[in-house]
């Protein structure tokens, strides 16, 4: 059964850069599947931010504006998100999962709040 | 992008009731729609994907249903566990999108 772990600062100041890393045990990175970002502002709904194959290749939410990016470390089996010009509205719990065509492993989630 | 509209966003229930949640695409996705819960502080869950298909390990009073546009979680009788919030989500096309969230509450 693949664990993820997300790791990362949960305070982050406003015009400033997140950034997060996904941890992968359990299960190769390099396995056929899309490994994601999602995101959940305190009491409402879940937001796709993005996923990235263990090739490099990602797709993101355009809603973001190319404020995220994502990278893999297959050698750390870990991924990563940062995203540029943080404000009040992108406080939330981010989430990292992998996706299977449908999300059946899903790290416990960060809470990040952007405040200076 | 594919919207999704769930309904309701909440609803009242009691224990062995039995519950619906429908939830309907802007366009087509096929069967490609997934169900999930989340409680308070948790991670979401997966229930059901690809509509029908009951994850591993799931109860089986949970059961999903649809195609094209139309999809409907059911929890044939609600047990005390149950109380949460569910959400649908589409995995047809990028970007994937999830629904706004049915919370399930005690009457």
């Known amino acids: 059964q693949v664990q993820l772990q997300e790791s990362g600062p949960g305070l982050v100041k406003p015009s400033g850069t997140l950034s997060l890393t996904c941890a992968v045990s359990?299960?190769?990175?390099?396995?056929?599947?899309?490994w994601s970002w999602v995101r959940q502002p305190p009491g409402k709904g879940l937001e796709w931010i993005g996923e990235?194959?263990?090739?490099?290749?990602?797709n993101y939410n355009p809603s973001l504006k190319s404020r995220a990016t994502m990278s893999v470390d297959k050698s750390k089996s870990q991924f990563s998100l940062k995203m540029s010009s943080m404000t009040a509205a992108d406080t939330a719990a981010y989430y990292c999962?992998?996706?299977?065509?449908?999300?059946?492993?899903w790290g416990q989630g960060t809470l990040v709040t952007v405040s200076s | 992008d594919i919207q999704m509209t769930q309904s309701p966003s909440s609803l009242s229930a009691s224990v062995g009731d039995r519950v619906t949640i429908t939830c309907r695409a802007s366009?087509?996705?096929?069967?490609?729609l997934n169900w999930y819960q989340q409680k308070p502080g948790k991670a979401p869950k997966l229930l059901i994907y690809?509509?029908?298909s009951l994850q591993s390990g799931v109860p089986s009073r949970f059961s999903g249903s649809g195609s094209g546009t139309d999809f409907t979680l059911t929890i044939s009788s609600l047990q005390p566990e149950d109380f949460a919030t569910y959400y649908c989500?589409?995995?047809?096309?990028?970007?994937?999108?999830f629904g706004g969230g049915t919370k399930v509450e005690i009457k």
């Open positions: 999962a992998r996706r299977d065509n449908w999300f059946a492993s």
């Open positions: 359990g299960g190769s990175i390099s396995s056929h599947n899309w």
């Open positions: 990235i194959y263990h090739s490099g290749s990602t």
């Open positions: 366009q087509s996705i096929s069967s490609h």
């Open positions: 690809d509509a029908t």
């Open positions: 989500q589409q995995s047809h096309t990028t970007p994937l999108t």
